[in-house]
């Protein structure tokens, strides 16, 4: 560091440390923890003793420079001796078993995570007996940093992430970049949205000057209202065939795709609505002025007369121009205002849903509004109309009814459909759904999470985050529902429950035979794969089936209670929509696909991936003598995919529990390796969690780490696949598959959008293809 940022570095904290410590100039616990603000009180009580060096209770200016100078500006070995000494809780200089497992546990609670307290006891012996390698019974400053040196990731910048406030903003660099919007990558990358968009705009400069030209005589605003009237012509039409889902859907198995942007429907649907708002107030404003004119030189009509009365005859329906723009303009407004994130992202979706059927209305009054209006409509609203007519037909075609509810962690309602034969659709398509129980006229997009595969049923995984998925959760969630639905079951529903039951119980008797020899934790383990995994097809919980259970550790017991609480069976009538395509139909034409969930964006890639091993499946061969299994890599019309990548980003280990058997079942499709590595490979992260190279975690990531690697399975999730703690980098995860060379690198992402624009923005570095789900 040179001089002036360390100048600089000694100022920002000298005017931190005035903000916390206040007039008495020394910073108390209380004080220190509130700073720091750390979820775990042992963290901070010990941070704040080794700060204290004179142990007076309180940090002083001085003792706080001291510690940070170590800890920011030391070498490796100073933060090292840091570390070793929060650990040693005694002072003895050396770490007994149980000072790392309260260290341990304290990890787990800052980083949120919740483990029973068998897995901790593993985690514990198995860090401790790495590290002590003399077998003393205790572990040494060296030991430890031994055992560091074996994660090298660790120690690339070993601090105290809690700690950020005391480091000084980053000075803006002086030298300015080129901004991505006018780089060569990102003009490849956009290509077919960009030139389409210029047409687009090119359309509307030249019927813009052609009607200007055309109505010279009635003076300059009389010119710039017609302009922007022949310009809201067509982009009052054009919104409509953006969202001729059925239209799209069938464009995207042909050539078109490749030439026009069909997966950015909806951004060319915001862009076209916006363009309608601007051409509308512009031509409002326009005749306005242009009737403030008019008013000045001829005093037959007065201003309002000419805004709100039909007296002036302007129109070609009894006058009715002027009142029916205004309306219209109230109503674009209207629109515009209630479709814009904010409404849509707080749980006002049904605001934004019922504002936007105005747009009926809109039509209606702008034909009635400009004489040639029907001209530009006929067409596409006569293929608007074909598709309601048909989406009514097919979701009124046969009895669709949910037969079986999850509710879910983070509130996520799973819903199991009874599939009609009729019903064909891609891997990723998604469908509107209207459950007439909650409310009989909404409709509501949700993407299917089965496979097509999967003959008999559909998934659909839903997630409360407005007013119709919460009440769509509470209604299964209530008691009274379960006894009425359990009523109307059917004798064929109640056989198959029994037979599954059978099944069931029969893989956790087998479990706990294998596990009698272990502890709760295991068996807990063990049966919990074996009802997650047989859930995953036909989940069963039958509340007088727990008797068999009576062997069972009561950790065992409390889950099937609360697996009963939470899964019934039911009947009740719904209507789906669709299949609607979306752009992860560009999957299988991919040779390596990345595939990105954030929370419940993993709901299209459920279906995929499903999809994927089932075709994985169908290629795999094995050989007669010596049962070495292996996969053909030979490319077909179906899938060119070479290899898939599948990254799933979770804010807290509860919302793994969403997929984990589905994930499960892949990993055990692919046990055996092959010969030009894993055609699938997961990725798991858990944002909550904090990064292997925080000293408050450290520790906990290096056990989680030993112990995966001796049980073969993650702590967290009870996969094989590691979670990793913290946020993706996504400049290395993206070079290392780009060093790969499986072929061209296509990314499918569904999720929050603030994280779609970084992933993008790196996607556009590596040269790939991005597609984000939307609908």
């Known amino acids: 560091m040179s001089l002036d940022e360390d100048a600089r570095w000694l100022e920002w904290v000298t005017k931190q440390f005035e903000s916390i410590a206040g007039d008495d100039k020394e910073i108390d616990l209380d004080e220190f923890k509130t700073a720091l603000k750390v979820k775990e009180s042992f963290f901070a009580e010990r941070f704040f003793a080794l700060f204290d060096s004179d142990g007076s209770g309180s940090i002083s200016l001085d003792e706080l420079l ?31 078993p149980d000072e790392l497992r309260t260290v341990l546990k304290s990890c787990l609670r800052e980083s949120a995570i919740s483990l029973p307290e068998e897995k901790l006891d593993d985690l514990t012996l198995a860090l401790f007996e790495s590290a002590d390698k003399d077998n003393s019974g205790s572990i040494t400053f060296e030991e ?79 010119m710039v209202a017609k302009g922007c009237g022949q310009c809201l012509n067509l982009n009052c039409t054009f919104v409509m065939v953006l969202m001729l889902r059925r239209s799209l859907t069938w464009l995207r198995a042909t050539w078109v795709v490749r030439i026009l942007p069909l997966d950015q429907n909806i951004l060319l649907h915001q862009i076209v609505g916006y363009a309608i708002l601007i051409f509308s107030i512009m031509h409002t404003g326009a005749h306005v002025l242009n009737f403030v004119r008019m008013s000045q030189n001829d005093a037959m009509y007065q201003l309002w007369e000419y805004l709100f009365t039909t007296r002036p005859g302007i129109g070609w329906v009894n006058g009715t121009a002027s009142i029916t723009g205004v309306v219209l303009q109230v109503l674009i407004c209207l629109m515009v205002v209630c479709s814009s994130t904010f409404v849509r992202r707080s749980g006002h979706f049904e605001v934004f849903y019922w504002s936007h059927l105005s747009y009926i209305w809109v039509w209606a009054l702008l034909v009635v509004h400009c004489a040639n209006f029907w001209k530009w409509f006929v067409v596409p609203g006569v293929a608007f109309l074909i598709e309601k007519v048909v989406g009514i037909a097919v979701s009124r075609m046969g009895g669709l009814y949910i037969v079986e509810v999850n509710l879910l962690p983070s509130k996520v309602t799973h819903l199991v459909i009874k599939r009609p034969p009729f019903f064909h659709f891609k891997p990723g398509d998604y469908v509107y759904i209207n459950i007439p129980a909650i409310a009989k006229y909404e409709w509501h997009p949700f993407t299917i999470s089965s496979a097509p595969e999967q003959q008999d049923t559909l998934w659909l995984h839903v997630r409360s985050m407005g007013q119709w998925t919460n009440r769509l959760y509470e209604y299964f969630r209530q008691p009274e529902s379960q006894t009425i639905s359990n009523k109307r079951l059917t004798a064929s529903l109640r056989n198959r429950q029994e037979q599954v039951q059978d099944d069931i119980f029969k893989s956790a008797s087998y479990n706990r035979t294998v596990a009698s020899n272990k502890d709760d934790a295991v068996e807990l383990t063990l049966y919990r794969t074996s009802i997650t995994r047989t859930n995953s097809q036909k989940p069963v919980c039958n509340p007088d089936a727990q008797v068999e259970l009576g062997n069972a550790s009561p950790v065992t017991k409390e889950l099937t209670a609360k697996l009963s609480e939470n899964h019934r069976y039911c009947n009740i009538k719904c209507y789906v929509d669709g299949p609607f395509g979306t752009p992860t139909r560009q999957i299988f034409a991919s040779e390596h696909a990345v595939l990105i969930g954030a929370g419940i964006g993993i709901t299209p890639f459920a279906s995929i991936l499903q999809s994927i091993m089932c075709r994985y499946r169908m290629r795999k061969q094995n050989c007669p003598n010596c049962n070495y299994s292996w996969c053909e890599t030979i490319k077909d019309n179906e899938m060119k995919l070479r290899k898939v990548d599948f990254i799933w980003i979770n804010r807290d280990q509860k919302s793994f529990e969403w997929f984990v058997s589905l994930l499960t079942k892949l990993e055990m499709d692919q046990a055996d390796e092959e010969p030009e590595g894993r055609f699938l490979e997961m990725h798991m992260y858990m944002t909550s969690a904090l990064s292997k190279n925080d000293m408050k975690a450290i520790g906990l990531q290096m056990a989680l780490d030993l112990l995966a690697k001796k049980e073969k399975v993650d702590s967290i999730t009870g996969l094989r696949t590691r979670t990793q703690p913290g946020r993706p980098d996504w400049a290395k995860v993206f070079q290392k598959m780009s060093e ?33 789900e939307n609908f």
């Open 66 to 96: 001291k510690a940070l100078d170590l800890l920011i500006h030391g070498n490796e070995t100073d933060k090292l001796r840091f570390l070793f000494q929060v650990y040693d809780v005694d002072g003895s200089g050396s770490i007994d």
């Open 144 to 222: 430890l940093k031994a055992e560091l040196e074996n994660f090298p990731e660790v120690m690339e910048n070993l601090t105290i992430s809690a700690a950020n406030w005391l480091k000084p903003p980053a000075l803006e660099q002086k030298k300015r970049k080129t901004p991505r919007y006018l780089t060569r990558t990102y003009w490849h990358n956009n290509s077919r949205k960009l030139f389409f968009l210029c047409l687009y705009a090119l359309l509307n400069v030249l019927l813009f000057i052609i009607a200007m030209l055309k109505n010279a005589h009635g003076g300059p605003w009389f």
């Open 740 to 772: 790969e060379k499986k072929g061209k690198v296509h990314v499918f992402y569904c999720g929050a959008p603030a994280l779609a624009k970084a992933i993008k923005a790196q996607c556009e570095q590596f040269g790939f293809n991005f597609y984000k």
